[in-house]
């Protein structure tokens, strides 16, 4: 592989996760006191969140886990726009396990009403796309309760959930595209 073609391939995949790269920037670096620096990195988050939403369901179909970060950092913009407090809880006060439960949601949705399942690939045979879509709710639901055991962690309860998930999406769906071409 080129070093041009693991480039562009390396922002294809970050172009799903514009809105929470551009969150944890602010929310990090952004100005002002920490308290209200990560509020308004929930509010400029979920606005980013909304066309990129519209965006990934139009152009990249099958981006749930994407698309479940997403729908995190909209709830987190109107948790801002009700309450500090809320916000802080939601964000600080429960870790990433809302992250990944709002992934969960969506890959429940996409489990029941997507032909690509969560694992958001093509694939001839349904009920092997349903079923390694199982296996992936399976371990965003562990990710889930990890993450909340471990809130107090950024990174056991935070990073390695989130990462979890994403490599064992990644592991999954080479195993549907070794089984499509076995077919």
Same mark, same amino acid.
């Given at each position: 592989? !080129?070093?041009?073609?693991?480039? +562009? !391939?390396?922002?294809?995949?970050?172009?799903?996760?514009?809105?929470?790269?551009?969150?944890?920037?602010?929310?990090?670096?952004?100005?002002?006191?920490?308290?209200?620096?990560?509020? #308004?990195?929930?509010?400029?988050?979920?606005?980013?969140?909304?066309?990129?939403?519209?965006?990934?369901?139009? +152009?990249?179909?099958? !981006?749930?886990?994407?698309?479940?970060? #997403?729908?995190?950092?909209a709830i987190g913009a109107l948790l801002a726009l009700v309450s500090a407090d809320a916000v802080d809880l939601w964000g600080r006060g429960f870790g990433a396990a809302p992250a990944l439960a709002s992934v969960f949601a969506i890959g429940l949705a996409a489990t029941l009403f997507s032909s690509q399942g969560f694992i958001g690939e093509p694939h001839p045979d349904p009920e092997r796309v349903r079923r390694v879509s199982a296996q992936l709710l399976l371990a965003a639901g562990i990710a889930v309760a990890i993450a909340l055991w471990l809130r107090h962690s950024p990174m056991l309860g935070g990073v390695a959930p989130m990462l979890a998930v994403l490599l064992i999406r990644g592991r999954l769906a080479r195993q549907l595209a070794l089984a499509r071409q076995t077919r």
């Amino acid at each position: 592989m !080129s070093i041009t073609t693991l480039g +562009r !391939s390396y922002l294809a995949h970050a172009a799903a996760f514009v809105p929470a790269i551009c969150f944890l920037m602010w929310g990090r670096f952004g100005p002002g006191a920490a308290g209200i620096r990560w509020q #308004d990195a929930y509010l400029a988050g979920g606005a980013l969140a909304l066309p990129h939403m519209i965006w990934l369901l139009k +152009r990249r179909a099958g !981006s749930w886990i994407a698309l479940g970060i #997403d729908l995190y950092l909209a709830i987190g913009a109107l948790l801002a726009l009700v309450s500090a407090d809320a916000v802080d809880l939601w964000g600080r006060g429960f870790g990433a396990a809302p992250a990944l439960a709002s992934v969960f949601a969506i890959g429940l949705a996409a489990t029941l009403f997507s032909s690509q399942g969560f694992i958001g690939e093509p694939h001839p045979d349904p009920e092997r796309v349903r079923r390694v879509s199982a296996q992936l709710l399976l371990a965003a639901g562990i990710a889930v309760a990890i993450a909340l055991w471990l809130r107090h962690s950024p990174m056991l309860g935070g990073v390695a959930p989130m990462l979890a998930v994403l490599l064992i999406r990644g592991r999954l769906a080479r195993q549907l595209a070794l089984a499509r071409q076995t077919r």
